[in-house]
C-alpha cells in the first residue's frame, strides 16, 4: 500500500503544470549559459587567468566541458531551491486547497506512510531535476566543449584537477547536491503541513533560506555560534569535492548538518499531519 501511495504522489507530480517550470527553467538557463560560453568563453576565461599569466602557462583545452559542468553547477545550484519548493511546497497544502485531504486521510494506511510517500515523491521530483542538470551541464557540455583538465579557483589560489580525477568528485558533488536539495524539499514539505494553500509554504521556504543566509553572512561574534549549524551555510559543501587536498573533515560536518536537519523537520511533519484535523 505505501509503495501504491508513493506511486499515486508520483503520478500527481506529473499531473501538475507547475512541476515542468522547474526543469524549463533549468534548460533554458542552462542553454543561455551554454552559447554564452560557446560564442565568447575564451574572455571569460582569459578574466579569470589573467592574474596567472606571468608565472603560469597554460596550454591545452582549457574551455572545455568540466569546467562548463562546474561553471553551470556553480550557478544554477542557489536558484533551483526555488524550483523544489514550487512542487514540495504544495504536495500537502494542494491537497487542503483542491479539498482532498478529507479523502486523501481516509484511506486505509497509516498518516505516516502518506507523509512519507509524498516526502519520497518530492525526493524524487528532486533527483529527476538534478539529474536533468547533470545531463545538460556534463553531457551537452563535453558534446559542444569536449574534455580536459579542470582548473577551479578558491581560497587559496588556482587549482588544476587532472582529467581522470574528476568523474568521482562530480558524481560526489551532485551527490551532496542531492542531499542538500533533498534538505529544501524537506523543508517546504513540514511547512505545507501548517497551510492550507500552496503559496505560503513556497514564499515561507524562500523567506527561512534569505533569512539563514544574511545570518550566515554576517560577521558578527554572536551570530558566528550558530552559522556552522544554519544549512544554508552548507549547501554549497559540493565544491569541497573540488580542493586538493579533499577536505574530509568539512564534508562530512556538512552531510551530518544536512542530515539532522533533515530527520528533525521530518520528525515536525510527522507531528503534525497526524494532528491535521480533517473535521475542519
Known sequence: MFWKSTYNELIKIAAK?????GIGAVTLIAGIILFAMYTDGMNFISFVTKPFEQTLSFEGNILNGNLIAFIILQMLIIHVPLLIALVTGDLISGEGAMGTVRLL???PISRTSILFSKF????????????????????????????????VLDSNGLIVLQQHDLAWRFASGFSLSFLSLVMIATLSLTLSCFSENSIGPI?????????????????????????????????????????DPLPVGKIVKSMVVLIVHIVGLLSIAVYKFNKKDILS
Not at 531535476?129 to 547533470?134: G, V, Y
Open 120 to 151: 519520497l515523491a518530492g525526493c524524487a521530483y528532486t533527483f529527476v531535476l538534478l539529474l536533468w542538470l547533470m545531463i545538460l551541464s556534463l553531457v551537452v557540455g563535453k558534446l559542444l566543449f569536449g574534455t580536459g583538465d579542470l582548473m
Open 17 to 21: 503544470p507547475r512541476s515542468y517550470i
Open 105 to 107: 486521510l481516509t484511506k
Open 203 to 243: 514564499v515561507s521556504t524562500m523567506a527561512i533560506i534569505i533569512l539563514f543566509t544574511i545570518i550566515g553572512a554576517l560577521d558578527v561574534p554572536v551570530l558566528q555560534k550558530i552559522q556552522p549549524y544554519l544549512f544554508t551555510n552548507h549547501m554549497v559543501a559540493w565544491r569541497n569535492f573540488f580542493e
